[in-house]
């Protein structure tokens, strides 16, 4: 085999290594370590706005949004006040399809389109529920609610 020949075929190794790595990150970041903590933290027996805070600290939420000192994040939106202006139904499809609607302030600049994981790939509907119990009752404001 020739030296460019075997150069090449470690390159191309190389590159299905780290993406593949890229992948297992991802499946780790947002699934299997948060489903290990999960089951440490008892999320089986939890319901509502006590899974709720669960799911937000353990699915990353709390690293990218900012919610009322809970958490101090400009990655994302500041959720400080989002149940008063958006309303359940909203806060769920932000959580299931969060490229279906862009905040525009992020930081104090725009939000970028698929920054934020579709978590209605990774969630069930209890968690989700759950989720949006939690941002309901903490995602309070001032602004008045929009339907």
Known sequence: MSMRRKLLMLFATALVAV?????????FEY?????????????????????GALLFETRGCSACHTLNGISISSIGPDLTGIATVASE??????IVDPDAEIS???????????????????????EV??????????????VERRE
């Open 19 to 27: 993406i593949g790595l890229i992948t297992l990150y991802t499946a």
């Open 31 to 51: 699934t299997l370590v948060s489903d290990v903590r999960e089951r440490i933290a008892g999320a089986q027996t939890k319901e509502g706005v006590e899974l």
């Open 89 to 94: 139904a909203q806060i769920a499809e932000s």
């Open 104 to 126: 525009e302030n992020c930081g104090g600049q725009a939000c970028s389109r698929g920054l934020m994981p579709r978590f209605g790939d990774i969630l069930d509907d209890r």
């Open 129 to 142: 529920t759950a989720l949006v119990e939690f941002l309901s009752r903490y995602g309070r404001g001032g």
